[in-house]
T-cell receptor
Framework: QKEVEQNSGPLSVPEGAIASLNCTYSDRGSQSFFWYRQYSGKSPELIMSIYSNGDKEDGRFTAQLNKASQYVSLLIRDSQPSDSATYLCAPTVNNDMRFGAGTRLTVKP | GAGVSQSPSNKVTEKGKDVELRCDPISGHTALYWYRQSLGQGLEFLIYFQGNSAPDKSGLPSDRFSAERTGGSVSTLTIQRTQQEDSAVYLC???????????FGSGTRLTVV
């Protein structure tokens, strides 16, 4: 079992829809959880962080964490073509950040 | 500085040559990481520095790879006797402490011919 699992996609959604990106992790000691967005040919960019169970909203983005289920998700509301990118899930244990392979999202106009 | 700075942005080298890649983290960030990303692949952890502690070298793929961090700031990743499979984008990231996400540099694209 991989330490961090994400559906590789591609996930395709129409413009204006909600995109749902999921991630499961194996290390129950994970304390902090981050979502990164990576455009093709660019470096990863931090977009969300979440530390406790529940939802955290920031603009069109909502991160959801369920530590009991070892599950973290990212919802993107009102998806835009500019949201088309690969989204990386990164649970962290102390100083060790483990990246998932990423989910490629395409938002079609 | 305002962000994580990496140099050079692109490097083409001949197989068997040594290369040095430089990373200048954000001022005050105590943690510094090196990753590499091959085309279409995920991030592969290489090495991690935290303050004055011994670095975590567990991700270095072979003894041809080494890294140092001088004065708790600038880091250099050295690859000796480069091979074609070393071709990738090498990314540096830093953060102030474990409760923050990383800030990545723009990377060095290494091509070994």
């Amino acid at each position: 079992q991989k330490e961090v699992e994400q559906n590789s996609g591609p996930l395709s959604v129409p413009e204006g829809a909600i995109a749902s990106l999921n991630c499961t992790y194996s290390d129950r000691g994970s304390q902090s959880f981050f979502w990164y967005r990576q455009y093709s040919g660019k470096s990863p960019e931090l977009i969300m962080s979440i530390y406790s169970n529940g939802d955290k909203e920031d603009g069109r983005f909502t991160a959801q964490l369920n530590k009991a289920s070892q599950y973290v998700s990212l919802l993107i509301r009102d998806s835009q073509p500019s949201d088309s990118a690969t989204y990386l899930c990164a649970p962290t244990v102390n100083n060790d950040m483990r990246f998932g392979a990423g989910t490629r999202l395409t938002v079609k106009p | 500085g305002a962000g994580v700075s990496q140099s050079p942005s692109n490097k083409v080298t001949e197989k068997g040559k040594d290369v040095e890649l430089r990373c200048d983290p954000i001022s005050g960030h105590t943690a510094l990481y090196w990753y590499r990303q091959s085309l279409g692949q995920g991030l592969e952890f290489l090495i991690y520095f935290q303050g004055n502690s011994a670095p975590d070298k567990s991700g270095l793929p072979s003894d041809r790879f080494s890294a140092e961090r001088t004065g708790g700031s600038v880091s250099t990743l050295t690859i000796q006797r480069t091979q074609q499979e070393d071709s990738a984008v090498y990314l540096c990231a830093s953060r102030p402490d474990r409760f923050y996400g990383y800030t990545f540099g723009s990377g060095t694209r290494l091509t070994v011919v």
